[in-house]
């Protein structure tokens, strides 16, 4: 494929929104062979790489895209792994735009390359064509433990596994991939086809998972250290402790959190009609919240057939969600009602919500994360008529593994503190990273966290 305008990027095809509005399958369809190779043209081969700089796990970036180039791309995969465990996820759900994308050079005078879908590109081909990372170290016969099978353990445990170790992931869930299988979308990152596959790529590099653990109950830190004999453990249990608003009608039937909503539909297939915990008919649906997770509330919830309402209390411009997934909530019909803010969750005789009151706001000065206040305007209330609500307000480590192991210390969100260049908590031997540490991020910020932790660890136990 000829590049006609170095400015612009190749396209990447797509479902269409009216088609794809009622199916769970993945909205983009990336990039074909020649497609890839055509976009990957587009690279400037930067003697001094800022897109590198803007990754968390520092992939070479041009490295592997002139392997793609050239039509390498085995070799290109290759490249990738040496940074990076899940290369499908990561060109699916990174936001590419404000990381490696937003440094790059192309960026200045026109579309910057298309990494992330690059990324996805190689990753398929090399899942498609039966090609896996190996582990190269020789076994050094120490024994780690991993807490939580989501992006951060998984990234920590492969390279904890290439470098020699005997790994154990303990994952308290039914099936292994945390926020990856029950908290993103099958259209947005399909389960079966690609994230089970990247799990498998990590069990291949030796590392077990066990699932149905729940550590802090089946089992402590101080037990895994203690008794069960390993050496180290690595904590990278994320943040699921849903957060509300604490307005009145929030305990209504019909009213969830983005965690249990997603987790239903996404890890139990709730939207099956046949399925043991289904997700009730809902009609009209507001989402509370501007984030990726309320995009992919919304977008759940309308495949199911509601009306779905965005409530944001800030403007478009001030949206923390990435604006591709933005604007295919909006391609895909969700209603976005900005500058609005709930007061109350109305709730019918049987305790059912019945609507959600709401007032509008505009925006004062900025506050301490940089955005301008949100500030209610007097008499400006107005109720929106639904039957559901989900708030996507963010979440919160859960307490059970810090108030069940001695001396690991948390803040004052509960978060577990740990240093930013080795993930070492305060407790010897036990290292943490990922939304655990820092509250709800990004699934790249989690494993850029796990590569740290796992080298930070190597270390430890090289001393």
């Known amino acids: 494929m000829e590049v006609k305008d170095v400015k612009v990027r190749i396209p990447v095809r797509e479902q269409d929104p009216k088609v794809r509005a009622t199916n769970f399958d993945e909205v983009c369809l990336g990039y074909n062979e020649e497609e890839a190779m055509a976009e990957a043209s587009r690279c400037l081969n ?3 790489p800022f897109c590198v700089s803007g990754c968390p796990v520092a992939i070479n970036i041009p490295a592997f895209i002139q392997e793609v180039k050239a039509g390498n791309f085995e070799e290109a995969y290759n490249i990738i792994s040496q940074s990076s465990a899940l290369p499908a996820v990561c060109g699916r759900v990174c936001p590419q735009e404000t990381q490696c994308e937003g440094k790059c050079i ?13 990324e996805r590109f190689v990753a398929d081909w090399a899942r498609q064509h039966g090609i896996t990372p190996k582990a190269t170290a020789e076994k050094k016969g120490k024994k780690i433990a991993v ?7 998984l990234t920590c445990a492969g390279d904890l596994a290439k470098m020699g170790y005997d790994v154990t992931i303990y994952e308290a869930l039914h099936k292994a ?7 993103i979308p099958e259209f947005r990152l399909p389960k079966d086809e690609v994230v089970a596959a990247e799990v498998e790529n990590v069990k291949k590099l030796g590392v077990k ?5 729940i550590i802090g109950k089946s089992v402590t830190i101080d037990e895994l250290l203690n008794e069960e004999g390993f050496d180290a453990v690595y904590i990278g249990s994320g943040a699921g402790l849903p957060k509300f608003m604490g307005i009145p009608g929030e305990n209504a039937c019909g009213v969830y959190s983005a965690n249990e909503y997603l ?19 809902i009609k009209k649906v507001a989402v509370v919240g501007g984030g990726n997770v309320a995009m992919d509330a919304a977008r759940t919830a309308l495949r199911l057939g509601a009306e779905v309402h965005i409530v944001y209390r800030r403007s478009e411009e001030e949206l923390p969600a990435r604006v591709e997934e933005v604007h295919h909530a909006k391609e895909e019909g969700v209603i976005f009602d900005l500058l609005t803010n709930p007061t109350e969750i109305l709730v019918d005789d049987k305790g059912w919500v019945s609507g959600i009151k709401c007032i509008r706001m505009e925006l004062g000065e900025p506050d301490a994360s940089g955005r301008r206040r949100p500030v209610e305007i007097p008499g400006s209330e107005f109720e929106i008529d639904v039957d559901a609500v989900i708030m996507s307000l ?3 480590p859960n307490p059970l593994i810090s108030s069940t192991t001695v001396g690991l210390d948390t803040d004052k969100r509960k978060c577990i503190i ?4 080795t993930g070492a908590t305060t407790k010897e031997g036990v290292y943490a990273g990922g939304d655990a540490v820092t509250g709800a991020a990004t699934v790249i910020l989690a494993m850029g966290a796990g590569k740290i932790a796992a080298k930070g660890i190597d270390e430890f136990l090289s001393k």
């Open 106 to 118: 192309r960026g200045k005078m026109g579309d910057p390359v298309a990494i992330g879908k690059l």
């Open 209 to 213: 998972i066990e699932t149905n653990v």
């Open 394 to 396: 963010g979440t919160s």
């Open 263 to 281: 987790t239903r539909s996404n890890l139990m297939k709730a939207f099956k009609d046949d399925h043991a915990t289904p997700i009730f008919n």
């Open 46 to 48: 930067c003697k001094n």
């Open 147 to 153: 807490i939580g099978s989501g992006p951060s353990g």
């Open 418 to 421: 740990a240093t930013e260049e």
């Open 177 to 183: 991939g945390g926020v990856l299988v029950y908290g």
